[in-house]
């Protein structure tokens, strides 16, 4: 039994079916990867597990550690450890760094808030009376969401394109503060449609239209980067032999 699972979960938004009876496990103290083509249904499944609104009317289940989340708004399931680090982080005028890292941290000493943002490469005496706001870069906003993170001791984070418009330097970073939060007992789900990212994780699942296709260590799902599709029942799926 996995940390977190999911199970036949079925979403409708619009009217048009977006996850149809997701069923995985995501094991505890482990990177896992989340890979696919865009539109695919990752950032929906990710938005699904935390709770966000518009997002928690569905069929299926989810379970964190054999509980059932249905019901819980974001908050409820952030206070039993489950986040999420979001593809754009957000900016909240006039708010400063060190305010936003203790907001959620267990403990919002100073040090503590201070010892987080070197982890993710960033000075505290630069940073922690910064506002988050456009006066950042979008690869310093990303870390100093990691930061927070980092802070918050979680039990599962979900990443959302965690390589989105950031530098190599940056993005080693968040790769290594991935790194910190496993070795802190935390589960890692990255949902990525990046190579690189995927070669940082230990176990991956393949999405596609809303499916899971298929599952494995990450060698076996980098053949989606090769071929660029796996084969599956999908009305567009390639023929064999053609480049995709």
Same mark, same amino acid.
């Given at each position: 039994?996995?940390?977190?699972?999911?199970?036949d979960l079925?979403?409708e938004? $619009?009217?048009?079916k977006?996850?149809?009876? +997701?069923?995985?496990? /995501?094991?505890?103290?482990?990177?896992?990867?989340?890979?696919?083509?865009?539109?695919?249904?990752?950032?929906?499944?990710?938005?699904t597990?935390?709770?966000?609104?518009?997002?928690?009317? /569905?069929?299926?289940?989810?379970?964190?550690?054999?509980?059932?989340?249905? $019901?819980?708004?974001?908050d409820?399931?952030?206070?039993?450890?489950?986040t999420? *680090?979001?593809?754009?982080?957000?900016?909240?005028?006039?708010?400063r760094?060190?305010?936003?890292?203790?907001? $959620?941290a267990?403990?919002?000493?100073?040090?503590?808030?201070?010892?987080?943002?070197?982890?993710?490469?960033l000075d505290p005496? *630069?940073y922690?009376?910064r506002?988050?706001?456009?006066t950042?870069?979008?690869?310093?906003?990303?870390?100093?969401?990691?930061?927070?993170?980092l802070?918050?001791?979680?039990k599962? +984070?979900?990443?959302?394109?965690?390589?989105?418009?950031?530098d190599?330097?940056?993005?080693?970073?968040? /790769?290594?503060?991935?790194?910190?939060?496993?070795?802190n007992g935390?589960?890692?789900?990255?949902?990525?449609h990046?190579r *690189? +990212?995927?070669?940082?994780?230990e176990?991956?699942?393949?999405?596609?239209?809303?499916?899971?296709?298929?599952?494995?260590?990450?060698?076996?799902?980098?053949?989606?980067f090769?071929?660029?599709c796996l084969?599956?029942d999908?009305?567009?799926a390639?023929?064999?032999?053609?480049?995709?």
């Amino acid at each position: 039994m996995g940390v977190l699972e999911v199970r036949d979960l079925t979403l409708e938004l $619009g009217g048009r079916k977006i996850l149809n009876k +997701v069923s995985l496990d /995501f094991w505890e103290g482990r990177i896992h990867a989340l890979v696919g083509p865009n539109g695919a249904g990752k950032s929906t499944l990710a938005s699904t597990i935390v709770g966000l609104a518009g997002y928690r009317d /569905f069929d299926g289940d989810v379970l964190f550690r054999g509980e059932s989340l249905k $019901g819980l708004t974001v908050d409820e399931r952030a206070r039993l450890g489950i986040t999420l *680090a979001w593809q754009e982080p957000a900016r909240f005028e006039g708010l400063r760094v060190h305010r936003f890292i203790a907001a $959620g941290a267990r403990d919002k000493g100073r040090e503590r808030i201070a010892s987080a943002l070197e982890q993710v490469g960033l000075d505290p005496g *630069a940073y922690l009376n910064r506002a988050v706001d456009k006066t950042l870069s979008g690869g310093e906003r990303k870390r100093i969401e990691l930061a927070s993170i980092l802070a918050m001791e979680p039990k599962v +984070v979900l990443m959302d394109e965690p390589d989105s418009g950031i530098d190599v330097e940056a993005l080693e970073r968040i /790769f290594s503060a991935a790194k910190t939060l496993q070795a802190n007992g935390a589960t890692v789900i990255q949902i990525t449609h990046s190579r *690189a +990212v995927l070669k940082q994780s230990e176990h991956a699942f393949l999405m596609c239209n809303g499916q899971i296709i298929d599952k494995g260590h990450v060698d076996r799902i980098a053949q989606y980067f090769e071929n660029r599709c796996l084969p599956c029942d999908h009305v567009n799926a390639p023929v064999v032999g053609e480049p995709a």
